[in-house]
């Protein structure tokens, strides 16, 4: 009987930090859905860095509030999976996200992003926004717009003096 109290503690601790480490964590239910679909969701986040596992809720809500995340505990009724990400806070929101529009059987309830418990609607929100390689495009074009401007007007001046000279 001690061995199976200290197996749940030691799950527990498990949760607890995968909670406190992670960038982003959301709790989905995955009802529904069939082998070759969770398959494919799992295959999706594996190559994006995201663990998603399935844990006892009881085990869970004693993680959070571990975790001092205890607003998450509303979510955590029926099957429920976590994904959790130690290095892309949008990836999982994203991949879930996309793969909920394609099956309806997967739904989003709850999230932890850097520390901070999110509704489903910011994490849609968060799932929205553009990569981080997009970003960092966007960035870029945006710095280069003033050196570009200024070439293009040095260049028409050149242009206009060499038609005035000749």
Known sequence: MGNAIELKKQVVEEIADKLKNSVSTIVVDYRGLNVAEVTELRKQLRE???EFK????SL???ASE???LAGLNDALTGPNAIAFSTEDVV????ILNEFS???EALEIKAGVIEGNIVSVEEIKALADLPSREGLLSMLLSVL???IRNLALAAKAVAD???EQGA
């Open 48 to 50: 994006a860095g995201v």
């Open 54 to 57: 399935v844990y006892k809720n």
């Open 60 to 62: 869970t809500r004693r």
């Open 66 to 68: 571990a975790a001092e």
């Open 91 to 94: 990836a999982p929101a994203k």
């Open 101 to 103: 529009k394609k099956n």
């Open 144 to 146: 280069q717009a003033p």
């Open 160 to 162: 206009q003096k060499e």
